[in-house]
């Protein structure tokens, strides 16, 4: 089976900017699971779909058309990138992903990303259920008050307002609903390694996980 590097953590901890860059560095497929939760969520809002158990979520889990070219997603042919990245469904897709019937839904689509030669998995379960015997498992984190100013600065610079407490006050609900939920929470499992990103750039937090790719790989 190809090698896959699962990176979990909390929201706008960075983790899909280091994953990507660690895809890149080493030419594996990268998977962005929680474009999917939010794909879900998006397919949802559009069609009037209650974010509740019921076979109505399921089903566009299970057959939503999402695509993923580089940096662009596109939900039934349309471009979604930086709607399926509002506050309103990065709140909608946390209420999803604490649904356990949808979790089951999207299982066989995350693990269908584990091509050759390799690939970088991001989100909340990648190590502890989609990707248990990863050959490495880190668990990426910053504090909540820097990670609700990095996406202050991103909205930002995206010409969009932004709030600092509200903010904040959304990414610490976010931790709370992904981390307490019975269906694959929020966890560091305890074979990933830490990297707390409070005080650390991209570029050193990337470094190291690539270093200790490395190393892992060359325990037979
Ligand atoms: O990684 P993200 O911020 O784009 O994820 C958005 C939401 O999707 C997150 O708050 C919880 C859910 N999610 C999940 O439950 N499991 C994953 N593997 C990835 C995301």
Do not use: W
């Amino acid at each position: 089976m190809p090698p896959v590097i699962a990176i979990d953590g909390p929201s706008a901890s960075g983790k899909g900017t280091v994953a990507q860059r660690v895809a890149h560095a080493l030419g594996f497929h990268y998977l962005d699971s929680g474009a999917l939760y939010r794909g879900v969520a998006l397919a949802a809002a559009k069609s009037g779909t209650k974010l509740i158990a019921g076979t109505a979520l399921e089903r566009l889990a299970a057959t939503m058309d999402i695509a993923f070219s580089g940096d662009i997603i596109y939900l039934n042919q349309m471009i979604v990138t930086d709607e399926i990245r509002s506050e309103a469904i990065s709140e909608a897709a946390s209420m999803v992903g604490a649904i356990a019937s949808v979790r089951l839904a999207l299982i066989a689509r995350q693990r269908a990303f584990r091509q050759p030669p390799g690939l970088v998995a991001d989100g909340r379960d990648m190590g502890s259920t989609i990707f248990p015997a990863a050959g490495l498992k880190i668990y990426l984190t910053a504090d909540a008050q820097e990670r609700a100013s990095r996406r202050c600065k991103q909205l930002i610079a995206k010409g969009l307002s932004a709030n600092m407490s509200t903010l904040l006050q959304d990414i610490l609900a976010r931790d709370e609903r992904d981390s307490v939920r019975a269906a694959a929470p929020l966890q560091k499992c305890k074979d990933a390694m830490l990297l707390d990103t409070t005080n650390l750039s991209i570029d050193a937090a990337v470094e190291q996980v690539l270093a200790r790719y490395a190393a892992v790989k060359q325990v037979p």
